[in-house]
């Protein structure tokens, strides 16, 4: 099963198990790792999932679509960057085997 770390702003790193086709964000929650609030429950309407990507995933994964719903959430984001995304727009798959996320201070 892939594994994602997830690591806080203090620099706690949490690994954990997440099946292919869950999202990031739900692996987080499924898994109570601190700092992914997912107010919304991964309907990509709060930008409470934000999380930084290292440069090696966000060439993988991509940025988000401009104009989607997602790059909007992510401009009420709390300190977005050109490496944020939504956690619950990032679905697993054995290539993302190894993942790792930061997350922002805070979510609101």
Same mark, same amino acid.
């Given at each position: 099963?892939?594994?994602? /770390?997830?690591?806080? &702003? ?11 086709? $869950?999202?990031?964000?739900?692996? #987080? ?18 930008? /409470?999932?934000?999380? &930084? ?11 988000? $679509?401009?104009?989607?719903?997602? #790059? ?37």
């Amino acid at each position: 099963m892939p594994k994602v /770390t997830y690591i806080e &702003y203090n620099g706690t790193a949490h690994t954990v198990d997440v099946p292919v086709g $869950v999202s990031v964000m739900r692996g #987080a929650v499924d898994n109570n790792v601190p700092g992914i609030d997912a107010d919304c429950g991964g309907e990509c309407a709060c930008a /409470t999932c934000h999380v &930084y990507l290292e440069p090696e995933w966000l060439e993988k994964i991509g940025t988000p $679509v401009p104009g989607s719903q997602e #790059a909007s959430m992510l401009s009420f984001a709390a300190v977005a960057q050109p490496d944020s995304r939504l956690s619950c727009q990032i679905k697993m798959t054995e290539e993302l085997d190894g993942l790792v996320v930061r997350m922002p201070e805070g979510q609101h």
